[in-house]
């Protein structure tokens, strides 16, 4: 499971570290795609083969190759180097509008990669809503 709020770098060369705590589970690398919203998404190999069959599940076949075409072209597979670092492509930095300071988001079965300022304006964003937290 991913939990946490970590802010984080990215640096010239498009390298982030991920956080030490999310490391483990992505031992065998994992996918980074489109997230919802202005942000990207990171799944490990095997969470993101259970996302896509659970998304894909319920569509006519119209809008499952709508889906597919914005999904899986823009995703990347990653591995971490030996520092822990990833790779995000610069097609998904340019989506996501990252800078060189961002926020990594622990959001259960995936992480996400956000702006800092972006993530920021999100959060105010819900406190503002009021919704209840369930906990």
């Not at 010239?12 to 999310?22: E, S």
């Not at 069959?53 to 591995?79: H, N, Q, V, W």
């Not at 079965?109 to 999100?122: G, L, M, P």
Request: a negative charge; charged letters at 30%; glycine letters at 10%.
């Amino acid at each position: 499971m991913f939990l946490g709020e970590h802010e984080h770098t990215i640096d010239a060369k498009g390298r982030m570290a991920v956080p030490a705590k999310f490391r483990v589970q992505m031992d065998r690398g994992g996918v980074i795609s489109k997230g919802m919203g202005v942000c990207l998404s990171v799944y490990t190999m095997q969470g993101w083969e259970e996302k896509s069959a659970e998304l894909a599940s319920g569509k006519t076949s119209d809008d499952l190759r709508d889906f597919e075409r914005r999904i899986y072209p823009s995703a990347s597979e990653i591995e971490l180097d030996g520092q822990g670092r990833m790779i995000i492509p610069a097609k998904l930095r340019t989506y996501a509008k990252l800078g060189t300071e961002v926020t990594v988001a622990g959001v259960r079965d995936h992480f996400e990669i956000w702006d800092r300022t972006s993530w920021q304006v999100y959060q105010e964003k819900l406190e503002a809503e009021g919704g209840t937290i369930p906990f």
